[in-house]
Structure formats: structure tokens, C-alpha cells
């Protein structure tokens, strides 16, 4: 079965920039969305069609896709930004979806 | 305002059976899909399923096979999701969640349900 790669975890400290890859062959025909997880919370979509940002999210979240890895980039990493983060994506048929196995962003 | 409500937390044995519901409101039912996402104790997100209210389909993960069917009431708005044969990896936090399209974004999600399987 299809499967997204990304890694486990990330440090970095405040205001410093944090960037988190997903990886998938079928991310070269198929959209990337990312969601943002707090403890104990429902997900959060901070990020769709690779580089779309939702109303309500800051500026400080982008996305980019060069084909087979997706990006998101946390610019100005703030103690808030502490979360788990999931990227979400289709397999090459389009028909089943899929989630990467959840970065755990750490602020030092 | 859109809202996705479930049910309440289940414990059931293995083999058993469990229905969760996910009663959506404000907006028009039949212009979005419903999908199913479960989150198993310390792990990460894993889509398990979608409902098409308007198109009448469904589809769902090969790794639950024939254990999943997912129904939906148009005039109640409620869609329902139910897994047989529980297993206890099937101990999760079961949550539904919308989309405009097939492939998402999910932009809103229910609160989750928890389901225990345990003897």
C-alpha cells in the first residue's frame, strides 16, 4: 500500500525556521494538505493544495511540492507552533488517501 | 456555524461490533464528503474511509477489507461508520471529519470517539 514518509521529529528554537518533509512517489500528481495536532485537540488544516494557506492562518506557514517530497515551512518557529504535524495525500489512483506517519515539532 | 457531533466513547470485546455516528450540521449535506480518520493511542492519523451522501458511494482502506460499512440518513444528516470483527489494534480515536473534494482538505473534524477493545 501507498505510504508517506516523514520524519519522526524536529527541534528548533524560537524564531528560527523549522521545516518538515513528506515523502510519496504519487505526490508528483496528487495534492499535499498539512494539519496541525495539539494535544488532546482534533487536526487542524494549516495547508492545502501543496501551498494554500486557510483564512485564519499566519503568514509564517508555507508549503511547496517539487514532485515527490512536500515542505512545510514554519518561518519565525514560536513556542505555539509545538505540535504534532500530519501530511495528507491520495495515492496515484486518487481513489485512497493517506496520511504521513506525524512530525513532532519540539521548540527549544 | 458547520458542526461534525459524535457519539460517545464505546468499549466493546473483541469480535464484537461498533456503530459511531457523526451528526453534521450547517451547511448543505449533500455538497460534502464525509471521511473517517482513526488515531490509535501515541500514533498518528490513518484515513480509513469516505461517504459520498450525494453520489451514494463509499470507499475505504484495503487493510479493514469487508469489517468497515459506512451509511448515512440524508434527513437527519447523520452519516455512521461500523467496524465488525473488532480486533484490539482497532482500539482507536475514531473521528469524522468533511471535505469539498475526494481527495481533501478535511476543514472540519468531529470531536473523535473513542473506541476500546479489550476483553
Known amino acids: 500500500s501507498y505510504e508517506l514518509t516523514q520524519p519522526p521529529s524536529v527541534s528548533v528554537s524560537p524564531g528560527q525556521t523549522a521545516r518538515i518533509t513528506c515523502s510519496g512517489d504519487a505526490l508528483a500528481d496528487q495534492y499535499a494538505h498539512w494539519y496541525q495536532q495539539k494535544p488532546g485537540q482534533a487536526p487542524v488544516i494549516i495547508i492545502y493544495k501543496d501551498k494554500e494557506r486557510p483564512s485564519g492562518i499566519p503568514e509564517r506557514f508555507g508549503g511547496s511540492n517539487s514532485g515527490t517530497t512536500a515542505t512545510l515551512t514554519i518561518n519565525a518557529v514560536e513556542a505555539g507552533d509545538e505540535a504534532a504535524y500530519h501530511c495528507?495525500?491520495?495515492?496515484?489512483?486518487?481513489?485512497?488517501?493517506?496520511f504521513g506517519g506525524g512530525t513532532k515539532l519540539t521548540v527549544l | 456555524q458547520v458542526q461534525l457531533v459524535q457519539s460517545g466513547a464505546e468499549v466493546k470485546k473483541p469480535g464484537a461490533s461498533v456503530r459511531v455516528s457523526c451528526k453534521t450540521s450547517?451547511?448543505?449535506?449533500?455538497?460534502?464528503?464525509i471521511h473517517w480518520v482513526r488515531q490509535a493511542p501515541g500514533q498518528g492519523l490513518e484515513w480509513i474511509g469516505i461517504t459520498n451522501p450525494n453520489g451514494g458511494s463509499t470507499t475505504h482502506t484495503q487493510k479493514l477489507r469487508d469489517r468497515i460499512a459506512m451509511t448515512w440518513d440524508t434527513s437527519t444528516t447523520t452519516v455512521y461508520m461500523e467496524l465488525s470483527g473488532l480486533k484490539s489494534e482497532d482500539t482507536a480515536l475514531y473521528y469524522c471529519?468533511?471535505?469539498?473534494?475526494?481527495?481533501?482538505?478535511?476543514?472540519?473534524w468531529g470531536q473523535g470517539t473513542q473506541v476500546t477493545v479489550s476483553s
Open positions: 471529519t468533511r471535505a469539498g473534494e475526494f481527495q481533501g482538505p478535511f476543514d472540519y
Open positions: 495528507q495525500s491520495a495515492d496515484s489512483s486518487g481513489l485512497y488517501l493517506v
Open positions: 450547517g451547511y448543505t449535506f449533500t455538497k460534502f464528503y
